[in-house]
T-cell receptor, first 116, second 113 residues
Framework: EAGVAQSPRYKIIEKRQSVAFWCNPI?????LYWYQQILGQGPKLLIQ????????DSQLPKDRFSAERLKGVDSTLKIQPAKLEDSAVYLC??????????????FGQGTRLTVV | AQRVTQPEKLLSVFKGAPVELKCNYS??????LFWYVQYSRQRLQLLLR??SRESIKGFTADLNKGETSFHLKKPFAQEEDSAMYYC???????????????FGQGTILTVHP
């Protein structure tokens, strides 16, 4: 089966600019995750969707970050305006179902964002 | 709240030596535990999960609820095992973190020839 697709792979922007990332999960996967991975750290969950509803966004900086998952399929993550500390790899992952099912999360290649 | 701790950022061993990557967790309930691996220039992928009790590429991990640990072990390390390893926890419905998948900081394993 096709994997999780993310675009772009790389992005360089100036601080205070806006940026958007796109994710296409594996077909049929109900759960979609966005993670932020700063160099030298583990992935930090930003937001988790179950179909098109938000399950957890407790660590999403809502003053500048937003995410949506229209029709429960593709998702976009936006940063507006970007700060230097947003430089990181943004990972998208999907799994067949969340909650109490022992299901694997499949990851995309990630988008490396550099804010200068 | 759920938390995963991997105390070692770096671990170096020689080929053929045993290796153990430590993982401790905190969660108010019965979690699901996973080990993910990221090889150079590849995407993050699942290595093994506690419920399967399987051995993948010679690696095993046992969930110790008393010590809240899920250490990853391999009796004889190979050079191709060199990678970044992440321990991850997912809360189960009924706890306070329904379905949330939390990762540790990761351990870079280097296996020398």
């Amino acid at each position: 089966e096709a994997g999780v697709a993310q675009s772009p792979r790389y992005k360089i922007i100036e601080k205070r600019q806006s940026v958007a990332f796109w994710c296409n999960p594996i077909s049929g996967h109900a759960t979609l995750y966005w993670y932020q991975q700063i160099l030298g750290q583990g992935p930090k969950l930003l937001i988790q969707f179950q179909n098109n509803g938000v399950v957890d966004d407790s660590q999403l900086p809502k003053d500048r970050f937003s995410a949506e998952r229209l029709k429960g399929v593709d998702s976009t993550l936006k940063i507006q305006p970007a700060k230097l500390e947003d430089s990181a790899v943004y990972l998208c992952a999907s799994s067949p179902r969340g909650g109490n099912m022992n299901t694997e999360a499949f990851f995309g290649q990630g988008t490396r964002l550099t804010v200068v | 709240a759920q938390r995963v701790t991997q105390p070692e950022k770096l671990l170096s061993v020689f080929k053929g030596a045993p290796v153990e990557l430590k993982c401790n967790y905190s969660y108010s309930g019965s979690p699901e535990l996973f080990w993910y691996v990221q090889y150079s220039r590849q995407r993050l992928q699942l290595l093994l999960r506690h419920i399967s009790r399987e051995s993948i590429k010679g690696f095993t991990a046992d969930l110790n609820k008393g010590e809240t640990s899920f250490h990853l072990k391999k009796p004889f390390a190979q050079e191709e095992d060199s990678a970044m390893y992440y321990c991850a926890l997912r809360g189960i419905a009924g706890g306070t973190s329904y379905g949330k998948l939390t990762f540790g900081q990761g351990t870079i394993l280097t296996v020398h020839p």
